[in-house]
Nanobody, 125 residues
Framework: QVQLVESGGGLVQAGGSLRLSCAAS????????MGWFRQAPGKEREFVAA????????YYADSVKGRFTISRDNAKKTVYLQMNSLKPEDTAVYYC??????????????????WGQGTQVTVSS
């Protein structure tokens, strides 16, 4: 069992940056593939980024590639999402998620077993 708690959301102007954190409980954090998703009002939850258990491999949605960076610190049981050059269309609730199965190219919500409660990111124009 893994519990996930996101933090770091807030209000930022277009072009600005934010770093989200997701702290995990449990002893097996380092064995999970971790991902970030987001959900804007009236839209489905969409994939943002994923990272392998070792942190050596990452996978991004085309819409954030080159602007967002996912990373993890297994000693701290934390995964991060550094978001630069933010746009108003990045406004959403951001969720982190954990997957018990192998393979880091996990872009579907159905591939993840545990979810955090989400943190709001609002980008003003």
């Amino acid at each position: 069992q893994v519990q996930l708690v996101e933090s770091g959301g807030g209000l930022v102007q277009a072009g600005g940056s934010l770093r989200l954190s997701c702290a995990a409980s449990g002893r097996t954090f380092s064995t999970y593939v971790m991902g970030w998703f987001r959900q804007a009002p009236g839209k489905e939850r969409e994939f943002v980024a994923a990272i392998s258990w070792s942190g050596g491999t990452t996978y991004y949605a085309d819409s954030v590639k080159g602007r967002f960076t996912i990373s993890r610190d297994n000693a701290k049981k934390t995964v991060y999402l550094q978001m630069n050059s933010l746009k108003p269309e990045d406004t959403a609730v951001y969720y982190c998620a954990a997957s018990r199965s192998p393979g880091y190219r996990k872009g579907s919500i159905y591939e993840y077993d545990y979810w955090g409660q989400g943190t709001q990111v609002t980008v003003s124009s």
